[in-house]
């Protein structure tokens, strides 16, 4: 591949593939959290970044491990399903723990019609299945012993059962697609995360691997920073103790004296999670002026 120019004219620049289609939007937010903002048309192969370091390309999750492996970019986010799909040999920099819609794991899951008399895996000897993720299943299949025709499916692949396969293996987060369809899941076959991965000769420049590893610390610190909030508040002196037992932190709450020298100042970083019922305990402990803020990144 033709060595790219970064955008201040250096030969210092990391070529990045980010996923196009469902990922697209979460990882775009994902970025502009973690301090990089990115623009792309819709029929552009080359989105634009704020980084004169950075040069992207967009392309598909499905296809991202094999470019990466191949050098064609020097890192990518794709999916660990993918990476196991083609049998990449990339490095794997770190995983991060979010999808389309949520931040959780995804899974890809065997399911059949709700009235198929298929109640196990072993019932799947001789079967049809569709799925997207051939290698994937015929390796699943394989370590339960069991033989049938594994067949790609370009799309739609909920609505085949019964009348084109009998089963399929299908991506799925809350599993509601697959209700919808009368689908009944019999099996997880693996779960599945967005990981960062880098073609191994690039993560061993030293320059890129630097490069690699401080995006990876700011999405790290940009998705931790989705699962908490901060809560600062006054506390009475003579209070403080019982308002500071209460609080679960990172470490531990940074107080600091106010000018009325019978009141303290408390800040916390905590689970938003937690906050509904925090904040009428520390209410009732004494707090008072109790505010809560969003955080952009929260680097452990």
Not at 24 to 48: C, D, H, M, N, V
Request: with cysteine; glycine share 8%; net charge positive.
């Amino acid at each position: 591949m033709k060595k790219k120019l970064g955008n201040n004219g250096s030969d210092k620049v990391l070529v990045l593939g980010l996923p196009k289609g469902s990922l697209q939007e979460s990882t775009f937010a994902l970025f502009k959290k973690a301090g990089w903002t990115i623009r792309a048309g819709e029929r552009s192969l080359t989105p634009t970044i704020d980084d004169a370091e950075i040069s992207c390309l967009w392309i598909r999750a499905q296809e991202m491990a094999g470019y990466v492996e191949k050098g064609v970019m020097d890192a990518g986010l794709t999916g660990r399903d993918w990476v196991e799909e083609q049998g990449a040999k990339v490095k794997e920099i770190c995983s991060l723990t979010y999808s389309k819609s949520s931040f959780r794991k995804v899974r890809w899951v065997v399911a059949v019609p709700e009235d198929s008399p298929i109640k196990s895996v072993k019932g799947l000897q001789g079967k049809r299945i569709a799925t997207e993720a051939v290698n994937m299943t015929r390796k699943y299949l394989k370590k339960h012993g069991v033989t049938a025709a594994v067949e790609f499916s370009w799309g739609a692949t909920e609505i085949k059962p019964p009348l084109l396969a009998d089963a399929i293996v299908e991506l799925t987060e809350t599993g509601s697609s697959l209700r919808a369809n009368n689908l009944r899941i019999l099996d997880t076959v693996m779960e599945s995360e967005t990981v960062f991965v880098a073609n191994r000769e690039a993560y061993s420049d030293h320059w890129k691997r630097e490069k690699l590893e401080t995006i990876a610390l700011m999405l790290n610190g940009a998705l931790l920073a989705e699962k908490k909030v901060g809560l600062k508040m006054n506390a009475p002196a003579k209070k403080a103790d019982k308002i500071m037992a209460a609080l679960p932190a990172l470490h531990t709450p940074t107080v600091s004296s106010l000018a009325d020298s019978g009141w303290l100042s408390v800040e916390v970083v905590i689970d938003e999670k937690s906050v509904r019922e925090l904040v009428p305990a520390l209410k009732k402990a004494g707090a008072t002026g109790i505010i809560e803020y969003p955080l952009n990144k929260v680097i452990p």
